[in-house]
């Protein structure tokens, strides 16, 4: 954060690579002051909404609007890359998809025959780009009206929060996963039913989804081109060379070049010039937008009439929206289903990835037209479990994956989704394929209060109920292991160390799924409910694809589930993943509950990963920060894969997360000096200890001769009981390293239990 509103927040607590955390100050705050503050800012908002929205139609009244739409969806959706990396700001500042969507809804209440003929001058253009941030800035805002009726009660304020994340995520959010993913999943998920939506369509979802994909690939070529184009017109050394290569080169320039030059005064500098073809250029921008359907059917080899079909089922026509309340633009806006603008016979698309984005809810609204809406959600059903399936056994490569395990509790029959066993832990995931409707997008109370029952307080009972028989089972109770041993697990319920849970849903529900505190404040989730991470399916791929190790894996979610559990936090999953990536999500002063959480830009480099192998920069992929000791010692449990080498990997990365301050290394050779420098000595074993800041587990290191190796293991123990005593936690791993073997990150690892049984060791 920057700036005095980052300032008024309190004192920076601390300052880790990559983030800081800041404290945020209660006890200091008038709250009345802040809510009074809050509610003029309402009302400030509801007086300007109106103004704010005359402005853009006079504009469009004024110039031709399709000209100023082009303009700020090209610089606005628009990425600089550099030879290192794709930025994540937009050549506008603070230009969005959903800014260009209420532009071209609002261009949309206007008949043909309103429009403004004549090309944007700048100035227009800017009034467009500072009236549409302030008219969405003002409808969020305005809302805070609300806060004037709810008067002190937390309860009410907690609720109208949530319902404020949710109408927040529908006007803003748009991108449900990565590009390549949104469009895998919509593709697969759909293709079944190709044939029925194609007899009563004229095409099928499949073909939608290869226009789609087709229209992004030529709106990216046609616009990187012109970029491309215009620098090398533009890196002419002279005044001459730099008109006529833009008169020459630029298509759509007419005219006489000289006489161009004549007419510019005889001092202008070069970069003035540049600005001024510049502006001229993005005249040109409405063709580039223009898109034909024969142009889509020859790069796809379909037919013509099927592209056409498709485009007329995506568009809509100037005027179409005049009886459209204004209002409902920002919360159900036509344009995200029907994302292109019709002109005679000319197609427009100004931002293709809208299309793609909102392509879910557009074949959903075009199989209930064909009758096919049950067809639909059973297909969903079965394609999230399967495909939750995929990527777990993707990213577990050795687990065991039993989907679908039936099995009975007190005469009852249940039924897990999928569990996977690695080792001694168990995942266990459920599947929730349930859609969104369109009141609950709008934060409707008891649309809300349904999707949360469904989507994440039922699988995490269902999940919850499984992790309780494991543990009984684990314990001893007869009735329990009688159930785990029908589950066919293939490990012993006794051994079992570590249960994971994650519930995934096909639509993304992360705006509220995290919100574990404010949920039960509010009754929608019950006291006695614990959740796990709830993630939609794309997110579950970004994770698995980003955390390609089992053990990144794993402790993400392991921590993800305990992080939220204790505090509340605001952010959505890629944000978790992006601090995960820093700091292990170790945070104690929010586990402490001395902070609040909330996590904002943290996806920052897995954002700039993906918007590069976007455009065919396959970067290096964001990685844990663990030290190059740390990651030797986990890769060397994986590829041996003793019995218990999850469990020792999931303590060490409590003890030393990503992040950590701990550098084992730098402090294992300077053991290792002191070692050799007393020579055998089994009263004065060397031993380091490691323990993350939250204390959830302790990592012992002990150095030692090939002379004593004999009594290496006791010593492991013993360091190890006199370093949980010392730390107060009841989960330690110990290694032990040899001096004449120094090239291996150890030679012998051992899980410590409390009580300390023997210890099997792992060479």
């Known amino acids: ?208 989804v290869d226009i789609a994909e087709a229209l992004v690939d030529l709106h990216q070529e046609r616009i990187g081109g012109r970029f ?52 001229h250029a993005d005249r040109w921008l409405v063709m580039e937008m223009r898109v034909e359907p024969g142009v889509i059917a020859e790069r796809l080899g379909k037919p013509v009439a099927l592209v056409t079909k498709v485009f007329e089922a995506l568009a809509l026509r100037p005027g179409s929206l005049r009886q459209h ?45 064909a009758g096919m809406a049950k067809a639909l959600e059973k297909r969903r059903t079965v394609y999230l479990e399967e495909e939750m399936a995929r990527v777990i056994g993707e990213v577990l490569p050795s687990a065991t994956l039993l989907p679908n395990v039936k099995w009975y509790w007190e005469g009852v029959r249940y039924e897990t989704d999928l569990i996977a066993v690695l080792d001694r832990v168990v995942l266990i995931a459920e599947a929730k394929s349930g859609g969104l409707t369109a009141s609950g997008l709008r934060g409707a109370p008891d649309s809300v209060r349904k999707h949360v029952r469904s989507l994440v307080v039922e699988p995490a009972i269902q999940s919850a109920r499984l992790r309780d028989i494991l543990l009984a089972a684990r314990n001893g109770e007869g009735d329990a292991r009688a159930v785990v041993e029908g589950l066919g697990l293939g490990v012993d319920p006794a051994k079992i160390d570590t249960i994971i849970r994650v519930s995934v849903t096909l639509d993304d529900f992360s705006t509220l799924a995290s919100a574990q505190a404010d949920l039960k404040r509010t009754g929608l989730v019950p006291d006695d409910v614990d959740l796990p991470p709830t993630m939609g399916l794309a997110d579950l791929c970004t994770c698995a694809h980003i955390l390609d190790d089992p053990l990144y894996f794993l402790h993400y979610l392991a921590k993800r589930e305990r992080f939220q559990s204790q505090v509340p936090i605001f952010g959505d999953e890629l944000d978790y993943l992006g601090t995960y990536l820093v700091c292990g999500l170790e945070l104690p002063e929010i586990e402490a509950g001395t902070h609040k959480g909330m996590f904002s830009g943290m996806s920052q480099a897995i954002d700039r990963y993906y918007m590069g192998r976007g455009i065919g920069r396959h970067g290096p992929k964001p990685r844990p920060a663990v030290e190059l000791y740390v990651a030797a010692v986990l890769d060397r449990l994986r590829s041996r894969a003793t019995p218990s080498w999850t469990t020792m990997g999931l303590a060490l990365l409590d003890a030393v997360p990503p992040g950590s301050e701990e550098f084992v290394e730098e402090a294992l050779e300077e053991l290792a000096e002191q070692v050799s420098a007393i020579g055998p000595d089994p009263d004065r074993p060397g031993a380091l200890v490691a323990s993350g800041a939250c204390g959830h587990a302790v990592a012992v290191f002990h150095v030692f001769p090939k002379a004593l190796e004999d009594g290496v293991l006791d010593r492991m123990v013993l360091l190890a009981d006199d370093a949980m005593e010392t730390l107060d936690t009841r989960r330690c791993v110990a290694f032990a390293r040899m001096l004449e073997r120094w090239d291996l990150p150890y030679a012998y690892a051992a899980p410590i239990r409390v009580p300390a049984e023997p210890p099997v060791a792992a060479g």
């Open 228 to 279: 491309v184009l215009l620098k090398d017109i533009f890196r002419g050394r002279t005044r001459k060379a730099i008109v006529h290569g833009f008169f020459s080169r630029y298509e759509g320039v007419a005219g006489d070049p000289d006489a161009f030059l004549a007419s510019l005064p005889k001092r202008m500098p070069l970069r003035h010039l540049r600005t001024m073809l510049l502006s």
């Open 1 to 208: 954060m920057k700036g005095s509103t980052a300032d008024s927040l309190g004192d920076i607590y601390a300052d880790r690579p990559g983030m800081v955390v800041r404290e945020l100050k209660g006890a200091g705050i008038d709250r009345d002051a802040h809510r009074s503050s809050s509610i003029d800012e309402a009302r400030s908002a509801m007086e300007a909404f109106p103004r704010h929205m005359d402005e853009i139609l006079a504009v469009f009244r004024e110039a031709y609007p399709l000209h100023i739409i082009a303009t700020i969806a090209c610089w606005g959706m628009s990425h600089p890359a550099g030879p290192d990396e794709v930025s994540t700001d937009g050549l506008i500042k603070g230009i969005e998809q959903h800014h260009i969507e209420l532009l071209q809804a609002l261009l949309l209440t206007l008949e043909h025959w309103e429009w403004g003929r004549e090309p944007a001058s700048n100035q227009q253009i800017q009034t467009a780009i500072d009236a549409v941030q302030a008219l969405a800035t003002a409808f969020h805002r305005r809302r805070l009206i609300q806060l004037e009726d709810l008067g002190d009660d937390l309860d009410r304020l907690i609720s109208a929060g949530l319902q404020e994340r949710m109408r927040d995520h529908t006007q803003m959010v748009r991108n449900w996963g990565y590009y390549d993913d949104m469009v895998r999943i919509v593709r697969s998920l759909h293709a079944p039913l190709d044939d029925a939506f194609a007899a009563r369509h004229g095409y099928s979802p499949s073909d939608m």
């Open 325 to 369: 309340e204004k209002e409902h633009l920002f919360l159900s806006n036509p344009v995200w289903l029907k994302p292109a603008v019709q002109v005679d016979s000319d197609f427009l698309f100004f931002a293709p990835q809208s299309h793609v984005s909102f392509l879910p809810a557009i074949l959903r609204t075009l199989v209930a037209e």
